[in-house]
């Protein structure tokens, strides 16, 4: 059993640096594929850090009354961060608020001198308010809605920006979903069709081998010691294709990372291909040896019907 | 019919037809004996290699029955078949070496295949090349040796697992007087050493030299039969 494992693996590497032209272009084939695959690796990562930080920027803002009491805004709050679906709730003081309006106004004295005049802070406190998925702001407008959850005498709450944005923050719940949809859809097509290239190309590389396999059949060897070196030979030009695309990711990302990052919103390529180089290299080798294996695999069997 | 000497190839009342004007047989029965030697004359067409294709369960017949020794050959499952075949060795016109293996290799496959041990490898190929007169060359590959040395190689890979029969389908076809020769010889030589041998040919010299039995096939049926036979078409 052994020795038949050992010569499947040996017959195979030979086959493989023998068939020199046929290997290469077989390699070439599937490093093209794998290719694709790490660039829709690369544009998913994109796509998704694009995504997050726009949802990132999706909050609804409380504003209190000028009257409300620090500490019952404070206590809203502390009963907000208890929410589930509330992920951060960021507290603006009335001197903050004011200190804020003064620095975003520091080149408009009109402005400023009739802030002046007004001698008193006309700004109220508010809350920023981060949901953990969008839609689940309007859970949180509910819950702010209801009196009962709202501490102090009189009605605190002066307005909620959430009705404005909600048409917004709802379009953008949805685009989301589309895109990632889409971008799924879009990776299968493409995968697909650049696997079926592939497959096409080894079944030719073996095309070329298939009197030599019915003459194997009738000097009496074996189904599996036929296909195997067949095999072994399209694992090795796997592996080898998906390391040159590793390679050649280097210096790709290294160019994207320097070039277009700041289109990206700071988003790196390079450090993203770094950070997730063993996550990259498994799903490449894995599909490397996949692709070259199951291809190999069905095309010889073909050929065994002898 | 009861037998007086034990069979080892009958074929029992074998018709094959093709729908695609391949040329069949049509009730063809005929035995081979242990240790004969064979030669199956006749026209292109007749049905010489459809017969041995019968034989090797490349196809299957469509009336009548092929047996090798008590074995029906077309009731082997086909994930067997590969057993049964390491009885017979074969020899094809167009040689049909593995491409990309040496002399060396090609014929150590044969072994491998047959699941036979490294050292028995090690042992055996040399002395089968040199049976087989190509010692020197066993590092070539076969589009670096001659079609004569090719044959050697093929006949080589055929006897190596000391198969019970060996199959020749034209085996000097392709060759020219001097290689046709030798190879007669080396084929006559297996078949005293105790294999039974069966080619067919369209070479009226090889078949005269040879003086052993002729069977004649035309239009698919055996025409005659002949224990001591010549090449009469």
């Not at chain 1, 685009?175 to 299968?188: D, M, N, P, S, Y």
Request: proline share 3%; charged share 20%; net charge neutral.
């Amino acid at each position: 059993m052994f020795t038949s494992f050992r010569r499947i693996f040996s017959s195979g590497a030979t086959t493989f640096t023998r068939s020199g032209l046929v290997s290469f272009a077989t390699v070439l084939i599937m490093t093209a594929t794998l290719v694709i695959i790490a660039t829709l690796m690369f544009l998913s990562a994109i796509l998704s850090n694009t995504l997050s930080a726009i949802e990132d920027k999706v909050d609804i803002n409380v504003y209190f009354t000028t009257d409300a009491q620090e500490s019952d805004v404070l206590s809203v709050k502390s009963h907000l961060e208890t929410l589930p679906e509330v992920a951060k709730v960021t507290y603006t003081s009335r001197d903050q608020a004011l200190a804020d309006f003064r620095t975003r106004h520091s080149d408009d004295q009109l402005t400023l001198q009739a802030l002046d005049q007004l001698g008193e802070n006309p700004l109220g406190a508010s809350l920023a308010i981060k949901a953990t998925d969008p839609s689940k702001y309007a859970d949180i407008v509910n819950y702010l809605s209801d009196d009962s959850n709202i501490p102090g005498s009189t009605n605190i709450i002066d307005r909620v920006n959430y009705y404005q944005n909600k048409t917004v923050i709802d379009r953008l719940t949805q685009a989301i979903g589309t895109t990632q949809k889409a971008g799924l859809v879009l990776v299968l097509l493409f995968a697909l069709a650049s696997i079926i290239i592939a497959f096409a190309t080894v079944r030719l590389a073996i095309y070329s081998a298939r009197d030599e396999i019915a003459v194997m059949r009738l000097m009496g060897a074996s189904n599996w010691f036929i296909r195997g070196p067949f095999i072994v030979a399209g694992v090795i030009g796997g592996i080898i294709a998906a390391v040159i695309t590793l390679i050649l990711c280097y210096p790709a990302t290294w160019y994207a990372g320097k070039h277009i990052s700041s289109w990206l919103g700071g988003f790196n390529l390079f450090s993203y291909y770094l950070s997730h180089f063993v996550l990259i290299f498994i799903v490449l080798v894995g599909a490397g040896i996949l692709l070259g294996g199951l291809a190999s695999f069905v095309a010889v069997r073909r050929y065994l019907r002898v | 019919m009861g037998y007086t000497v034990p069979v080892m190839i009958y074929f029992d009342r074998v018709t094959k037809t093709y729908r695609d004007g391949t040329p069949g047989l049509e009730d063809v029965t005929l035995s081979i004996q242990p240790k004969e030697f064979v030669s199956i004359v006749g026209h292109s067409g007749a049905g010489k290699t459809t017969l041995l294709k019968m034989l090797l369960a490349e196809d299957r017949p469509t009336e009548g029955t092929v047996w090798f020794q008590d074995m029906d050959v077309h009731a082997v499952p086909k994930h067997s078949l590969h057993h049964y075949r390491r009885k017979i060795g074969m020899v094809f016109q167009d040689f049909r070496l593995i491409p990309n293996k040496t002399a060396y290799e090609n014929i150590a496959f044969a072994m491998e295949a047959a699941g036979r041990t490294d050292e028995e490898i090690a042992l055996d190929v040399p002395y089968i090349l040199d049976l087989v007169d190509i010692g020197n060359k066993g590092g070539h590959f076969p589009h670096q040796l001659s079609g004569g040395e090719q044959q050697r190689v093929a006949i080589g890979r055929a006897i190596i697992n000391q198969p019970e029969v060996i199959v020749a389908d034209e085996p000097t076809g392709n060759l020219d007087p001097v290689n046709t020769y030798e190879i007669v010889e080396i084929l006559k030589k297996i078949n005293e050493l105790g294999t039974t041998v069966l080619i067919t040919t369209h070479n009226k010299g090889v078949v005269d030299a040879m003086g052993k039995r002729v069977i004649t096939m035309e239009r698919g049926r055996v025409a005659r039969d002949d224990a001591n036979g010549q090449y009469i078409l």
